[in-house]
């Protein structure tokens, strides 16, 4: 499975972007989905999920509802609606797919995904 992520840039404060994470297949590899975000020096944390199967959606407390994860199955795409950011949501973001991925999405680790895309960057001042 191939993820290409896209959408980052940079933006003013209060401003919104919107990340898309094209899949090269929608299917059993790609049951769970997730982004995260790895700021400088910082660990790689995790910022939202969702399952396709029943499409229930899951947020990091820091990004709760600002940030909004959406599926196309169609367009085989994952997007990351991000409004009202702000400076400490600059960092890499990186798109991550899983069969299965952590249950009940609980406290997702990187280690839960075994495909990643190269990451898109979004600067906030």
């Known amino acids: 499975v191939q993820l290409v992520e896209s959408g980052g840039g940079s933006v003013q404060v209060g401003g919104s972007l919107r990340l898309s994470c094209k899949a090269s297949?929608?299917?059993?590899?790609?049951?769970?989905m997730a982004w995260f975000r790895q700021a400088p020096g910082q660990a790689r944390e995790w910022v939202a999920g969702?399952?396709?199967?029943?499409?229930?959606?899951y947020y990091a407390e820091s990004v709760k509802g600002r940030f909004t994860i959406s599926k196309d199955f169609i367009k085989n795409t994952v997007y990351l609606q991000m409004n009202s950011l702000k400076v400490e949501d600059t960092a890499m973001y990186y798109c991550?797919?899983?069969?299965?991925?952590?249950?009940?999405?609980?406290?997702?680790?990187?280690?839960?995904?075994?495909?990643w895309g190269q990451g898109t960057q979004v600067t906030v001042s």
């Open positions: 969702i399952y396709f199967g029943g499409g229930s959606t």
């Open positions: 991550a797919a899983d069969s299965v991925g952590p249950i009940g999405m609980l406290d997702p680790q990187p280690t839960d995904f075994n495909y």
């Open positions: 297949e929608l299917s059993y590899s790609t049951g769970c």
